[in-house]
């Protein structure tokens, strides 16, 4: 069976059907509208009832369905056309004001959002109710996964940091004056992989649970709560290419600041070289951190959903970035709006979290050493800075995967495969 968020064929990027005008007929696609094996024979002016039913009245504002007779057509209308519930489906319109009898096949709301375009109201609603809905997923796969990434990241911190103080208090030591540069080589080599260690679990445990959040919300949209083997049954088959995406978007995000770096060097190292004269270039230089920060947002705005496409739509990393831009294409304000608020309350969350997990850190930090700027203590204390940052994941990962489905329900009609996708959970 085919993932219902795969993205749809290029040449038809319509799922479900496209509204007509009035003027004519809408041809209902499979599985929608008019009931498979019904024809509209000779009907009374307009579009006509079904086959076999006779048209007493029926309630207004509702349309011929399975089992129900034909109402009285309106003038230039018959029954209604195939905008009618699908099977499976209530006609009563739900809480919210949508009925399934609208014309894009709309449900009220069968799992975390309603099957509409989304608000910033929605989007918000959505992240909350996933957390509080499936916390056992949302948070025990991200305290695991970072809890690994933090012991991971502080035993480098403290290697690297008892390598430097060896080195650093032979400085002081009448008899190790003579300390070889082979040592302190080692050392800043020593530092270097410790950098990279942290650069690199931090990346993959990031990727690892940006999947396993995306696949656990997408699933929640219709109504279905993954397990724990599920959601890592779903996100463990794409870690491949979540990691190739993870890494072509970082490297794309990160060249504009390379460039902006080589840049400010090379004007200074002309300055430097006796070229007065140049004083202009280095001034041009540091101002064009301005369009670099700029360009750095439009890549990772653009970029944004590559690692949800790559495990929802089972895409390659190439085909993810690919995938993404051409999502945002046209909706590229309200999608940065949007990440940019989201960004303002998760670092407002963020910095209180920090100021309680930052005194909880520097406590077990002097209970163990009485220097808390020593190896250890700076171990300790970045340890719970990293794993107190991961109780704010769950949200972003599941806000950005709620803006995802809500560019694909306003680009692509996605409202109706969900709700389809929702009515087989039933």
Same mark, same amino acid.
């Given at each position: ?24 007929? @809408?041809?209902?696609? !499979?599985? +929608?509208g &008019?009931? %498979? $094996? #019904?024809?509209?024979? =000779? *009907?009374?002016?307009?579009? /006509? ?6 048209? @007493?009245?029926?309630? !207004?504002g +509702?349309? &011929?369905? %399975? $089992? #129900?007779?034909?109402? =009285? *057509?309106?003038q230039?209308y /018959?029954a ?8 499976g ?5 739900g809480?919210? $004001? #949508? ?42 796969f ?6 690994l ?11 690297s ?26 050392v ?14 931090t ?15 997408s ?8 397990t ?20 072509l ?17 090379a004007s ?28 750095v ?8 959903f590559?690692?949800?496409c790559t ?7 190439v ?14 304000w309200?999608t940065?709006?949007r ?5 303002l ?12 997990i ?11 050493t ?5 190896p ?6 970045m340890f ?21 489905t ?7 009609n ?13």
């Amino acid at each position: 069976m085919s993932s219902p968020w795969t993205s749809p064929d290029p040449s038809a990027p319509y799922q479900g059907w496209t509204p007509q005008p009035e003027s004519g007929a @809408p041809t209902p696609q !499979q599985g +929608y509208g &008019a009931q %498979q $094996g #019904y024809t509209a024979p =000779q *009907a009374p002016q307009g579009y /006509g009832a079904q086959q076999g039913y006779t048209a @007493p009245q029926a309630p !207004q504002g +509702y349309g &011929a369905q %399975q $089992g #129900y007779a034909a109402p =009285q *057509a309106a003038q230039g209308y /018959g029954a209604q056309p195939s905008y009618g519930a699908q099977p499976g489906y209530n006609a009563q319109p739900g809480a919210s $004001g #949508y009925s399934t009898t609208n014309r894009w096949g709309w449900q009220s709301k069968p799992g975390i959002i309603p099957l509409r375009p989304l608000t910033i109201g929605d989007l918000f609603s959505g992240a909350f109710e996933a957390i509080r809905s499936n916390p056992k997923v949302l948070f025990g796969f991200t305290v695991v996964i970072m809890l690994l990434v933090s012991l991971i990241t502080s035993v480098s911190i403290l290697l690297s940091g008892l390598g430097y103080e060896s080195v650093a208090n032979t400085d002081y030591d009448p008899q190790a004056l003579q300390q070889s540069l082979t040592d302190r080589t080692n050392v800043l080599l020593l530092k270097m992989i410790s950098n990279m260690v942290q650069w690199i679990v931090t990346f993959a445990g990031t990727s690892i649970l940006t999947g396993l959040l995306a696949s656990t919300v997408s699933q929640m949209t219709v109504g279905r709560k993954l397990t724990l083997s599920e959601a890592w049954s779903m996100t463990r088959r794409r870690l491949g290419s979540l990691l190739g995406s993870f890494a072509l978007t970082a490297v794309i995000t990160m060249i504009p600041v390379v460039l902006w770096i080589v840049a400010v060097f090379a004007s200074l190292a002309a300055l430097m070289g006796g070229n007065d004269d140049l004083w202009w270039l280095v001034l041009v230089a540091f101002a064009a951190i301005i369009p670099v920060f700029i360009l750095v947002y439009f890549f990772q705005i653009k970029l944004l959903f590559a690692p949800i496409c790559t495990v929802l739509e089972e895409i390659g990393p190439v085909a993810s970035l690919k995938r993404s831009w051409s999502l945002v294409k046209g909706e590229f304000w309200p999608t940065l709006g949007r990440f940019l608020l989201m960004n303002l309350i998760v670092g407002f969350i963020g910095g209180f979290i920090g100021f309680v997990i930052g005194l909880i850190g520097g406590l077990a930090s002097v209970a163990v050493t009485s220097d808390p700027s020593s190896p250890i203590g700076s171990a300790i204390a970045m340890f719970f800075v990293m794993l107190g940052s991961s109780l704010l994941l769950p949200f972003s990962a599941s806000f950005e995967t709620l803006m995802y489905t809500d560019l694909r329900i306003r680009k692509e009609n996605f409202a109706s495969v969900l709700a389809q996708a929702s009515a087989q959970q039933q």
